[in-house]
């Protein structure tokens, strides 16, 4: 049976995602597949200290968005129904984004609702 200790360094770090690459698809209940837990459990705390990934705003999740899909100011408005002049204030933080545009950026772009309630 392996040692198994809590990772400290990046190295430790690379290590163990080394490690859980190779038994990925282990299965539940077996000696491999306990381990995969275990070494997810440890990766996950050191990820949440040293490696903590920011939640977007919602106008940086719009922003995003926008240019995976190629999408231009005036194509968001047309797709929103609504004026370039009010997408334009929204993008340049004039103007709150409504209800209804958070639905809509919700339901038609796909962005997650709780980053656009975030704020």
């Given at each position: ?14 290590l ?25 459990l ?7 200290k ?12 719009l922003?995003y ?7 231009s ?16 204030e ?5 103007k709150?984004?409504?209800?209804n ?5 919700h339901?038609?772009l796909?962005i ?8």
């Amino acid at each position: 049976m392996e040692t198994i200790r809590p990772i400290k360094t990046e190295q430790e770090y690379e290590l163990a995602l080394e490690r859980l690459s190779k038994i990925f698809h282990a299965k539940p209940s077996t000696p491999e597949g306990d381990l995969l837990e275990v070494l997810s459990l440890l990766i996950h705390e050191y990820e949440q200290k040293h490696h903590k990934i920011e939640i977007l705003s919602p106008l940086e999740a719009l922003k995003y968005e926008m240019e995976e899909q190629g999408l231009s100011q005036t194509g968001l408005a047309k797709r929103a129904g609504m004026s370039k002049s009010t997408i334009s204030e929204i993008m340049n933080g004039k103007k709150q984004m409504s209800l209804n545009f958070l639905k809509f950026l919700h339901n038609e772009l796909g962005i997650p609702a709780h980053i656009l309630l975030a704020y």
